[in-house]
């Protein structure tokens, strides 16, 4: 009877330090990672209870998994309800999977990474705190940084840096390491401009870089370790013809000031200051 009145206690001063509302909440989007999504959830949850002092939620993003990953994510959010979500989504992409779980999301901060953790988790309080003091809009991890530390295949590491040429070449001015699965924005910030964005699978990354960066949003670039995961699943070939395609689109979008008109509406007094440029001034700010 002692031991289950202590028991109690513990569980009710648990639900106590974590409200139903997080600071946090990171999303893992997950297509068929039934060998992995299991660890990561463990791992991030254990590094986040040992780390950091704000509250947080961990939600599985599931793609349309044909495999086990759903069922893996349901259970270990009813083991955990508190600190583990999981949502479905009837089809693939990475980017429709973020445009659904950030914009649902009750928490003042909403980010994601990759399953296969690549990106090291130390990177993790100078991605969200920025945005949790309100000093930034959007914050995104950087493996082309000057402090960054990577590990990855020669072939893999000349296709980032040949896009990551093309995009400042395409867009004029300086876009970091638009790919890196290590991201993060106020949900409030999310909610009005993930709308602009059209693209629902890999090059989402890039366009929700440029578009906040059109917009005049507060940017936090941040410095990483990022070892690459041999097992990938990721189609090289496909994503590039997938980028190149979305790159293509943005650009016809910037020239025709399409982009800028469709910021204007969802920033209605943001002011026009060069070339194209809509920079919100502090009482605009969302």
Not at 107 to 135: E, H, K, W
Not at 206 to 221: D, F, I, K, N
Not at 231 to 237: A, C, F
């Amino acid at each position: 009877m002692l031991k289950e009145t202590r028991t109690r206690q513990v569980e009710a001063r648990t639900q106590e330090a974590t409200p139903a509302t997080p600071d946090v909440e990171f999303v893992l989007p997950a297509y068929n990672e039934e060998e992995e999504i299991g660890l990561a959830v463990t791992l991030l949850s254990q590094w986040l209870r040992r780390n950091v002092s704000f509250t947080w939620k961990v939600t599985v993003a599931d793609n349309a998994s044909t495999d086990r990953t759903l069922a893996i994510a349901r259970r270990m959010h009813q083991s955990d309800p508190q600190h583990v979500g999981v949502i479905h989504l009837d089809e693939k992409g990475r980017g429709r999977a973020l445009k659904r779980a950030w914009t649902a999301s009750s928490a003042r901060v909403v980010a994601y990474m990759d399953v296969d953790l690549s990106t090291g988790l130390d990177a993790i309080p100078a991605l969200v705190t920025p945005l949790l003091a309100g000093s930034a809009d959007v914050a995104f991890g950087s493996r082309l940084s000057r402090d960054s530390h990577t590990m990855r295949c020669l072939k893999r590491e000349f296709i980032s840096r040949c896009y990551n040429l093309l995009l400042n070449l395409a867009f004029a001015y300086h876009v970091p390491d638009a790919q890196c699965g290590f991201k993060a924005m106020r949900t409030q910030v999310a909610r009005t401009f993930l709308p602009l964005v059209q693209d629902d699978e890999w090059f989402f990354d890039t366009e929700l870089l440029v578009v906040s960066r059109r917009a005049g949003l507060v940017m936090q670039e941040v410095p990483v370790t990022w070892v690459e995961d041999p097992g990938t699943s990721v189609n090289i070939p496909r994503t590039v013809a997938q980028d190149l395609r979305g790159v293509h689109r943005l650009r016809k979008a910037l020239r025709s000031h399409r982009l800028d008109a469709q910021i204007a509406a969802v920033l209605p007094n943001a002011t026009e200051r060069g070339a194209g440029t809509w920079t919100a001034t502090r009482q605009e700010r969302i």
